[in-house]
Structure formats: structure tokens, C-alpha cells
């Protein structure tokens, strides 16, 4: 027997990482078992389903690395592969259901099936729809004949409890008075999800189900209409959900959930991957960075976790930055960081600290603000977290920018010998005495080396936001500047730098 699993999102929105988390497991069990993974889009919902929606979801699964041997772009031996071109198949099995007993005609309102709900609810039933819904034979014939719209409904047992095996979770019970007389043929002829998946799962010999478990109470449906159709029943394998951080459902009112919005924050796809590989699943040896071959090595289905794994933007962004710093080399972070959309072969000279720095691309743009600005409007309260008193801080700048001035020799070793050395004559930390440096060039004291900043930015641009600093300080009264050039040329004296 030949392995197949299969991924069917459905086209109504944006690409999910949901769809991508349950597509990777899919994936990973096919190649382990030497088999095969196929793309279904299931697009029986006519009036949310959009090409727009299809197409942005091939292309979040391209771009994850995702490849599928099977699907509407690539065709395949059991095509087609869009559920909306396959209704001729659906309707005809629905009828077959109906012949058989299985199933019947539902020509309840809108009214009456709200009376049925509340009629259930008040008997303390489950307010699904059940009970009775059939009409007699000589009805259903006349009803037909005059074009009364209809919809067709499987039939579903009033007691006992449907046993469902689970390749995670082992025996489930589900007792048949919570499952509901499910609609299997809508009213513009196209079929539900249920019965859909079900016949297209068997057509496509699709020989195991991997999907989340919010369908675990889908699955004594699907089980009943597999016995009535006479077919074997694919194992099924319900994966657990992703959570919000606080434990919650993942869904967009608390987290981004789109592809696309990690996509666009500059998350590596080979990031987002090893991501979603860790929800619920961990490696032999537990390292939490790993390639997607890494993880299609060492993949058992057994090793999934049923807790409820957290997607937490956070340690994505971490673990993201892992990528970064250790995958790509200077070059090619520069090409990545373009084919973003931000260019920042301006600053090649700078690019080995920025890499080292960045946990996502989008994180680039804000931090090199700095290096293609002029004036950075500083005030007192960005130097407050400095060590130093304002004052102190004050006259830091105000030295260090005599010293540049008189500086011809523009670089890296020699802005760094003149600050430690002014720094120990002044008795000055060097942490201490560069963070005022920091604010007035960078604008804050999160910054990678300064001195290299001050090095790529050049001495005029150095000079005028040293003297911007000090300004932001307050600067110096006539009299307190006469006391602060006394207090440098004695500093100068011991120091000649």
C-alpha cells in the first residue's frame, strides 16, 4: 500500500498558518512512509471561495518550501483536484446514499428547523438537527415534481456510541445522540465538506487523515458514511490545535494568523517552517533549530505532543533571528533583506552588525534610520538612563567633539583610542562615558559598535550630532564654557591624544 496524505484548504481568506502547520505534518509522514502528499482546494463554499484566495495560498505553501505531488496546479492521476469541479461526482453518490436508505430529501425551512433546535434545547437534547425530519414517499414525490428546493440529509443513529480509533489519541467515543442529521447536498447542488471530503478522500485513495483536532467531532459522520458506502475507512490522525497565548483558540482577533503578515514582517519561510515543526512535535535530541529535511529525517508521528502548543510571536521572532545570524553570511542577508523590499547595500560596511541584530527583516528599516538622517531631535530624557549626571554626559560630548574636530585620521581604531583614552582621563567607565555618544549618534544607546556608525557616517555628520547632543543638554553658558575649555585644555595637556 502506497501512503497518501492530503492538505484541502478551503478558499476564502488569507493562507493560514494553521493550513501550513497541518500541510507540514502531512508532508513529513508521506516521505517518511515512502508516499505521497496531495493539494485538494475545496471550494464548495461558492460565495466565500475566490481564484485570488487559491492562488495566495500555492504561493504561501511555494514560498514555506512546501511541495505537494499532487494538486489544481500540477495535476495528477485522480484530478480534478478543485472540489468545484468534481459536483457531477458528489450528487451522484448523494442520490446513491438516498436510494440506499442512508440518507434523504429535507425540504424544512428556515423556521421550522429553528422550532426543532429550540424544541431539542427545551427537552435538554443536544439542539442539533435531528428527529423527525422525513416525509412520506407520495410527499417527497410531489414536492420534487413542482421544484421545491431541497437539501439532502445522512441519516444518523438516536443512540449507542460511535467508536472512533485515533493514530494519536487511541479509542474515542462519541455518543450518537450528539451528532446531528448532517446536510451532505446543499440547495445549489453543491456538496458539504463532509460528504465531499469523505468521497474525495476515497477516489484519491487518500490512506490517512492528518487534520486538527477540531474535527474529531466531525469524524463519526465521515466513519458512518464510509460503512454506508461499503469503503474503507483512512486512519485518521487528529493533530492538536495551536493556541494563543493564553491557551485560547489561535485566531486573528488575538494573533496574526495570515502567511502573508509573516511574509511581510521579514520572517526567513525556513524560520516560519521550523516554527510550526516544533508545535507539538520535537526532535530526538530536543534542538529546537532544525532544517525541514532535518525534521523529514527524523519524523515519526509518534513523537507529536497532544498539549496544546502556543504560537507566540515572540519566540518565533527569536528563533527567526537563530536564522539569521547563523544560515546567512553577510552577502546573503543583504539579498534577502532586498528581495524583501529594503535596500541596504548603502550600508554594506555596517552589514555584519545589523545582521547580528536583527530578529526579522521589518527590523532593519527602523534601526538604520539613524545612518540616512540628519538632525535626530534628541531632548533630555533620551540620555536619563545613562550612569553619568546629565552635566557629565554633557561635557563627554562636548570633549569628545573637540577631539573629532581636531581629528584628520577618520577611523575605526583611531575614534576608538581617542574615546577610551579621553574616557580614563576623565575616570569614566568606557560604558559609561559612550553611553551619551550612542544617544547623540544613534538616537538611542541600543545600537550596535557606535564607533563603526561614526566611521560610516564621517566626520561631518559625527561633528554636527555631537554638538546637537550637547545642545539637547542644555549646552554651556558664556562662563561655564571659559570652565569647561580650562578643564579640556588640562585634560589634553595630560592626554595628548
Same mark, same amino acid.
Given at each position: 500500500? !502506497?501512503?497518501?496524505?492530503?492538505?484541502?484548504? +478551503?478558499?476564502?481568506?488569507?493562507?493560514?498558518?494553521?493550513?501550513? /502547520?497541518?500541510?507540514?505534518?502531512?508532508?513529513?509522514?508521506?516521505?517518511?512512509?515512502?508516499?505521497?502528499?496531495?493539494?485538494?482546494?475545496?471550494?464548495?463554499?461558492?460565495?466565500?471561495? !475566490?481564484?485570488?484566495?487559491?492562488?495566495?495560498? *500555492?504561493?504561501?505553501?511555494?514560498?514555506?518550501?512546501?511541495?505537494?505531488?499532487?494538486? #489544481?496546479?500540477?495535476?495528477?492521476?485522480?484530478?480534478?483536484?478543485?472540489?468545484?469541479?468534481?459536483?457531477?461526482?458528489?450528487?451522484? /453518490?448523494?442520490?446513491?446514499?438516498?436510494?440506499?436508505?442512508?440518507?434523504? /430529501?429535507?425540504?424544512?425551512?428556515?423556521?421550522?428547523?429553528?422550532?426543532?433546535?429550540?424544541?431539542?434545547?427545551?427537552?435538554?437534547?443536544?439542539?442539533? $438537527?435531528?428527529?423527525?425530519?422525513?416525509?412520506?414517499?407520495?410527499?417527497?414525490?410531489?414536492?420534487?415534481?413542482?421544484?421545491? @428546493?431541497?437539501?439532502?440529509?445522512?441519516?444518523?443513529?438516536?443512540?449507542?456510541?460511535?467508536? &472512533?480509533?485515533?493514530?494519536?489519541?487511541?479509542?474515542?467515543?462519541? %455518543?450518537?445522540?450528539?451528532?446531528?442529521?448532517?446536510?451532505?447536498?446543499?440547495?445549489?447542488?453543491?456538496?458539504?465538506?463532509? *460528504?465531499?471530503?469523505?468521497?474525495?478522500?476515497?477516489?484519491?485513495? $487518500? !490512506?490517512?487523515?492528518?487534520?486538527?483536532?477540531?474535527?474529531?467531532?466531525?469524524?463519526?459522520?465521515?466513519?458512518?458514511?464510509?460503512?454506508?458506502?461499503?469503503? %474503507?475507512?483512512?486512519?485518521?490522525?487528529?493533530?492538536?490545535?495551536?493556541?494563543?497565548?493564553?491557551?485560547?483558540? *489561535?485566531?486573528?482577533?488575538?494573533?496574526?494568523?495570515?502567511?502573508?503578515?509573516?511574509? +511581510?514582517?521579514?520572517?526567513?519561510?525556513?524560520?516560519?517552517?521550523? /516554527?510550526?515543526?516544533?508545535?507539538?512535535?520535537?526532535?530526538? %535530541?530536543?534542538?529546537?533549530?532544525?532544517?525541514?529535511?532535518?525534521?523529514?529525517?527524523?519524523?515519526?508521528?509518534?513523537?507529536? @505532543?497532544?498539549?496544546?502548543?502556543?504560537?507566540?510571536?515572540?519566540?518565533?521572532?527569536?528563533?527567526? +533571528?537563530?536564522?539569521?545570524?547563523?544560515?546567512?553570511?553577510?552577502?546573503?542577508?543583504?539579498?534577502? &533583506?532586498?528581495?524583501?523590499?529594503?535596500?541596504?547595500?548603502?550600508?554594506? #560596511?555596517?552589514?555584519?552588525?545589523?545582521?547580528?541584530?536583527?530578529?526579522?527583516?521589518?527590523?532593519?528599516?527602523?534601526?538604520?534610520?539613524?545612518?540616512?538622517?540628519?538632525?535626530?531631535?534628541?531632548?533630555?530624557?533620551?540620555?536619563?538612563?545613562?550612569?553619568?549626571?546629565?552635566?557629565?554626559?554633557?561635557?563627554?560630548?562636548?570633549?569628545?567633539?573637540?577631539?573629532?574636530?581636531?581629528?584628520?585620521?577618520?577611523?575605526?581604531?583611531?575614534?576608538?583610542?581617542?574615546?577610551?583614552? *579621553?574616557?580614563?582621563?576623565?575616570?569614566?567607565?568606557?560604558?559609561?562615558?559612550?553611553?551619551?555618544?550612542?544617544?547623540? $549618534?544613534?538616537?538611542?544607546?541600543?545600537?550596535? @559598535?557606535?564607533?563603526?556608525?561614526?566611521?560610516?557616517?564621517?566626520?561631518?555628520?559625527?561633528?554636527?550630532?555631537?554638538?546637537?547632543?550637547?545642545?539637547?543638554?542644555?549646552?554651556?553658558?558664556?562662563?561655564?564654557?571659559?570652565?569647561?575649555?580650562?578643564?579640556?585644555? +588640562?585634560?589634553?595637556?595630560?592626554?595628548?591624544?
Amino acid at each position: 500500500m !502506497t501512503v497518501r496524505t492530503r492538505i484541502a484548504p +478551503s478558499p476564502t481568506g488569507d493562507p493560514h498558518v494553521g493550513t501550513a /502547520y497541518i500541510a507540514l505534518f502531512n508532508l513529513c509522514f508521506a516521505r517518511q512512509q515512502g508516499g505521497q502528499f496531495v493539494l485538494r482546494v475545496e471550494d464548495t463554499d461558492q460565495q466565500r471561495s !475566490t481564484a485570488q484566495s487559491e492562488n495566495n495560498i *500555492l504561493e504561501a505553501m511555494r514560498w514555506l518550501g512546501l511541495e505537494w505531488d499532487e494538486g #489544481p496546479d500540477i495535476g495528477g492521476p485522480f484530478g480534478p483536484y478543485r472540489q468545484s469541479e468534481r459536483q457531477p461526482i458528489y450528487k451522484q /453518490y448523494a442520490m446513491q446514499l438516498v436510494e440506499s436508505g442512508h440518507a434523504f /430529501y429535507c425540504f424544512r425551512s428556515p423556521a421550522e428547523l429553528d422550532n426543532i433546535r429550540n424544541e431539542r434545547k427545551a427537552q435538554g437534547l443536544n439542539p442539533g $438537527i435531528k428527529g423527525q425530519l422525513e416525509l412520506p414517499k407520495t410527499e417527497v414525490d410531489r414536492r420534487l415534481s413542482e421544484g421545491e @428546493s431541497y437539501v439532502i440529509r445522512m441519516k444518523v443513529p438516536d443512540e449507542g456510541v460511535c467508536i &472512533v480509533n485515533d493514530l494519536l489519541r487511541g479509542v474515542i467515543e462519541i %455518543d450518537w445522540a450528539q451528532v446531528d442529521c448532517q446536510i451532505l447536498l446543499k440547495s445549489d447542488g453543491m456538496p458539504t465538506y463532509h *460528504l465531499a471530503n469523505v468521497i474525495d478522500d476515497h477516489l484519491m485513495e $487518500i !490512506t490517512h487523515v492528518i487534520r486538527g483536532e477540531e474535527w474529531i467531532n466531525s469524524a463519526p459522520k465521515h466513519q458512518l458514511l464510509y460503512e454506508y458506502f461499503g469503503w %474503507d475507512m483512512p486512519v485518521l490522525c487528529h493533530m492538536p490545535l495551536l493556541r494563543n497565548p493564553d491557551k485560547s483558540k *489561535l485566531s486573528k482577533r488575538k494573533n496574526p494568523t495570515s502567511i502573508n503578515f509573516y511574509r +511581510s514582517l521579514g520572517v526567513m519561510p525556513e524560520a516560519l517552517l521550523n /516554527y510550526l515543526g516544533r508545535m507539538g512535535w520535537s526532535m530526538p %535530541d530536543e534542538q529546537e533549530k532544525f532544517s525541514k529535511q532535518e525534521m523529514l529525517d527524523q519524523f515519526a508521528i509518534q513523537r507529536v @505532543s497532544l498539549g496544546g502548543p502556543v504560537f507566540d510571536l515572540v519566540k518565533l521572532r527569536w528563533l527567526n +533571528s537563530l536564522w539569521i545570524r547563523e544560515n546567512l553570511t553577510d552577502s546573503e542577508f543583504e539579498d534577502r &533583506v532586498e528581495q524583501w523590499g529594503f535596500g541596504v547595500s548603502k550600508y554594506k #560596511p555596517l552589514l555584519g552588525q545589523i545582521r547580528s541584530r536583527a530578529e526579522v527583516f521589518s527590523d532593519v528599516a527602523p534601526m538604520t534610520t539613524f545612518l540616512s538622517s540628519g538632525y535626530l531631535e534628541l531632548t533630555e530624557a533620551h540620555f536619563a538612563s545613562g550612569r553619568l549626571s546629565l552635566e557629565d554626559q554633557k561635557r563627554v560630548l562636548q570633549f569628545y567633539l573637540w577631539l573629532c574636530e581636531r581629528e584628520q585620521e577618520w577611523n575605526r581604531d583611531r575614534l576608538f583610542e581617542l574615546a577610551k583614552g *579621553l574616557a580614563g582621563h576623565m575616570e569614566f567607565k568606557m560604558g559609561d562615558f559612550m553611553h551619551p555618544v550612542f544617544v547623540a $549618534i544613534a538616537g538611542t544607546a541600543n545600537s550596535w @559598535s557606535i564607533i563603526d556608525s561614526m566611521t560610516f557616517l564621517g566626520p561631518d555628520m559625527v561633528r554636527m550630532r555631537l554638538r546637537e547632543g550637547v545642545n539637547s543638554l542644555g549646552g554651556f553658558s558664556k562662563k561655564a564654557m571659559k570652565k569647561v575649555e580650562k578643564e579640556f585644555a +588640562s585634560l589634553i595637556a595630560h592626554f595628548n591624544p
